[in-house]
């Protein structure tokens, strides 16, 4: 049975940092390419990075780029989204998915499996 589980979500303040945690159990982490989504209220969902199965090629929205860093360790079946410099507009749900023999896209089509999504919020 294949699980993605996000941990690592809370309240910060603005500038601060938060470290989060997807992992994965039921396949091989190796094959999947792992993406972060966000989805805020009464906004749709968005790709905020990507990590691609193999070469590890990462992408990032323009939104983050210079303040989030996505990471994996396969040995652990865990991927990571370090995210810095936080901002109000960065609260959301974060979910992680993945994609078979995924190349990376951060557009959510063909990411099969889903986390149940961590929250995140960035407030004074």
């Known amino acids: 049975q294949v699980q993605l589980v996000e941990s690592g979500g809370g309240l910060v303040q603005p500038g601060g940092s938060l470290r989060l945690s997807c992992v994965v159990s039921g396949f091989t982490l190796d094959y999947y390419a792992i993406g972060w989504f966000r989805q805020a209220p009464g906004k749709e969902r968005e790709g905020v990075s990507c990590?691609?199965?193999?070469?590890?090629?990462?992408y990032y929205a323009d939104s983050v780029k210079g303040r989030f860093t996505i990471s994996r360790d396969n040995a652990k079946s865990t991927v990571y989204l370090q995210m810095n410099s936080l901002k109000p507009e960065d609260t959301a749900v974060y979910y992680c998915a993945a994609d078979l023999y995924g190349a990376g896209d951060l557009n959510e089509e063909g990411y099969e499996d889903w986390g149940q999504g961590t929250q995140v919020t960035v407030s004074s």
């Open positions: 990590i691609s199965n193999s070469d590890g090629i990462t």
